[in-house]
């Protein structure tokens, strides 16, 4: 069974930075995109950033362009999406998850493009 867990969240001002991991249990994670989600109080989850499983290409809503990457090492079964310039509005509990397939096939990703999800890290950005 696939575990993940997120860790690095945490409370910054605004114009700070943040860098969340995922580390991944189980044998799929080397070929399996992988996602950063996240929901913000009294919103619905969406979707922040993506990345396929031999790094060819990375996807990014457009509210984190340019300021946050997202990366990933095969060999440690870890995503990371580092986080700079952040703004209160990019508060919310942040996820991450094992994709379905080993590329992205949709410029915006889905929570149905993902099969496991961690517990979520909370992320606070004051002003």
């Known amino acids: 069974q696939v575990r993940l867990e997120e860790s690095g969240g945490g409370l910054v001002q605004a114009g700070g930075s943040l860098r969340l991991s995922c580390a991944t249990s189980?044998?799929?994670?080397?070929?399996?995109?992988m996602g950063w989600f996240r929901r913000a109080p009294g919103k619905e989850r969406e979707f922040v950033a993506a990345?396929?499983?031999?790094?060819?290409?990375?996807y990014y809503a457009d509210s984190v362009k340019g300021r946050f990457t997202v990366s990933r090492d095969n060999a440690k079964n870890t995503v990371y999406l580092q986080m700079n310039s952040l703004k209160p509005e990019d508060t919310a509990v942040y996820y991450c998850a094992l994709g379905l397939r080993p590329y992205i096939t949709t410029m915006t990703p889905t929570a149905d493009d993902f099969g496991s999800w961690g517990q979520g890290t909370q992320v606070t950005v004051s002003s």
């Open positions: 189980g044998r799929t994670f080397s070929v399996s995109v």
């Open positions: 990345i396929n499983w031999n790094s060819s290409r990375s």
